[in-house]
């Protein structure tokens, strides 16, 4: 006799094709219809996920939130998930899902006194590796997902063993068919249950109720299954919920299957469509980051409420994270919404990490020479070069810097930001340990001193004691790299190109697992530029075009140092076309390990596309690796020797299979615009510095002139 535990639920999508606000009233309404349920049939058990839902309700409905937590202290409204929202579970930072169960564990605990462990994301589009190390960690031992579902990724089993690499655990269930359901007679929703039980254990989960846009079980459900609770030939229908059943497999733990990798692939598009927003959401992380370790570093300096300030900010990125938002597959009117709200909770941390510094730089003691002030607000160590606008009364920096010991630190003066300073900025090299701070005066109207510089340069290339860079000067094979240390060239003959590559797929990229369609175009190069010469950076542009979209792209390297930098800069005008950056490897890739949150995986050079966080490590057949820091992309794909990281897509928003796209009908096109993205190379890399690096590049030093006790 096999135990069916049906699971009544509602799957609450808060933003997908409506805004928050309708999802607020959707939540509300959904879960007072529950409260009825509940209400109405005596064991009828309902199962809920989302600090965000609860919130809401405590909020807007304090009579219904009241109800629910009666029904909690009864046992029949079960808490599931235990995070803020039900996040895309491939994007985020390490930070971020521990931040989803932090608050979430604290709030439920705090208001229902319940400690949830049973981890609930069924809508993410994949899961990676580290989850049962973020659930572990903060004491789940189970897990409900469904995606990737059968035909996209083969499992031993429905129920099994989830090991991260390093070696956390979970039990995981993932839900045949659908989690949820409008049709009253559930009997074939049943069987899918049915077909994957393992006779020895027992039990089986089956989630019904209508949802996506809220509804939950339906009386006509309920009554259905009070009806046929033994009608179904060695099967019995209970009202349950998944804490229940895990519970009852528990005994049966050290026997299931153990799957040890990351759980993938659900549609591919969603790892880097509506960039704008992906980027957006880093630089709110990271900023809330650097704000917590301003304020943890300086309490008597921080404002007063800095901790509740930053939770609440916290909140708003949390809430962006939500699968469909953070995917890129939502309304284009949803995403003004996450623009403001992401833009609210960065301002959020740079107001407080302002306020907080400037009390800390009031307590400095005067000095009769202008300073700059630089904090490092991570956790690692830097290692890198600083970049700073000095104000000099509208003068240039003629001069030099000079550290706490009194030591000069060479400089060099580069092109501002502004068009209307010139060169006003300048670069510096510096290491400044995690969490700490650095001063440096300036001394200006000084004689620069000599620098011994490695930097060359002529019409199309910049070199190093490392690299050789050859920008080409027509055609689309834009850069070429060659390693001074022996002479061998990094590229195949075509070098580096930026392709823009036909997709007709949906917005998700539903049922492909690569992008593989032809080559609409490429990026062709119409001038190159040298615009630094060193002593520390050597640049050169390359400005290029392909039918009504611009680029640029730098490399920059700098004196006596490894690294070699590449930004790009791109105005993006093509529909259903995806642009790939490609370096094409003279050496096969033997090995790859790709950046994942909170760790790294190897992947497979077989052409699929795979969510990446930060960096990747290439091990090459010439017995070379190189790593690639790659801040700013989110998705990417290798077959053989060549590389190829997905910069942007174009579909139309919110464009879901089978609907067709009509010659007469207006859409609104994703990643339209500008965007900027940047990549680090470093031969024979390990992953702990190509983390550290990235970092590097989302929390950078903070820096702040200082002229308090300057002789006028």
Known sequence: M?????????????????????????AIATCRSAADRIDEYNDFIFTRSDMWVYEQIEKLDPSLFDRIRQHVRSGRWQIVGGWYIQPDCNLPTAESFRKHISLGKAYFKDKFGV???????????????????????????????????????????????????????????????????????????????????????????????????????TKRQIEWIIKNQNSIPNARLIFSHPRAFFDAIKPFADKLPVVDE?????????????????????????????????????????????????????????????????????????????RDQLGSAKDTADVIINDTMFRRLN????????????????????????????????GTFNGYLVDE??????????????????????????????????????????????????LKYDENSISNSFWQVVCADNGSHLIQIQRIADSSLLFKPERIEIISQNDHSDTWSHSIKSFNESIAGKFCVKRVVIEETGPIQASIRIDARYEESQLSIWA????????????????????????????????????????????????????????????TLLNLEDKKSIGIVCPDCFGLDGIDNTLRFTLLRSPAYAWHDPRKLEDRDFYRWTDQGEHEFRFILIDNAMPELLQSLAISEHRPPICYDWTKGMIS
């Open 262 to 338: 990351e759980l993938q692939y659900h549609s591919i598009g969603c790892y880097t469509v509506v960039h704008e927003v992906k980027k957006q959401m880093r630089r709110a992380e990271h900023g809330l980051i650097s704000a917590e370790t301003v304020v943890d570093k300086f309490p008597n300096d921080a404002p007063k409420n800095a901790g509740q300030q930053i939770d609440e900010a916290w909140k708003k990125t949390l809430f962006n994270q939500f699968h469909d938002i953070y995917a890129g597959t939502s309304l284009a009117s949803a995403y003004d919404d996450a």
């Open 363 to 394: 307590r400095l003691p005067d000095d009769r020479f202008q300073r700059i002030y630089v904090f490092n607000p991570s956790d690692r160590d830097f290692n890198g070069y600083v970049q700073h606008d000095p104000w000099l009364n509208w």
């Open 2 to 26: 096999i135990t069916v535990h049906m699971i009544g639920n509602a799957h609450l999508d808060p933003v997908w094709l409506w805004r928050w606000q309708a999802g607020v009233g959707e």
């Open 556 to 615: 920059k390297l700098y004196s006596n140092d490894p690294r070699l930098e590449l930004k790009i800069w791109v105005n993006w005008n093509q529909h259903l076309q995806i642009l790939k950056l490609n370096m094409p490897f003279l050496s096969k890739i033997i090995g790859r390990l790709d950046g994942i949150p909170g760790g790294f995986v190897p992947r497979p050079q077989n052409g699929q596309e795979f969510p990446i966080m930060d960096w």
């Open 405 to 454: 010991k009194g030591d000069k630190v060479l400089c060099q003066r580069i092109q501002h930001e502004s068009v209307t300073r010139d060169k006003q900025r300048i670069i510096w090299k510096a290491e400044i340990p995690a969490k700490c701070e650095k001063i440096y005066r300036l001394y200006t109207d000084k004689e620069t001193p000599n620098i011994e510089s490695d």
């Open 115 to 217: 400690d949830v462990t049973v981890g609930y994301n069924v809508d993410s589009f994949g899961h990676n590796a580290m989850i049962p190390s973020f659930l572990q960690n903060a004491g789940y031992d189970s897990y409900v997902m469904m995606r990737p579902m059968a035909h996209e990724k083969e499992l031993p089993s429905a129920l099994f063993r989830w090991r991260s690499p390093d070696n956390a655990e979970v039990l995981v269930w993932r839900i045949p068919r659908a989690y949820t359901t409008g049709q009253e007679d559930l009997t074939e929703h049943i069987k899918a249950s049915l077909d994957l039980a393992d006779p020895e254990i027992g039990h089986v989960m089956c989630f019904y109720g209508v949802g996506d846009h809220g509804g939950g079980p």
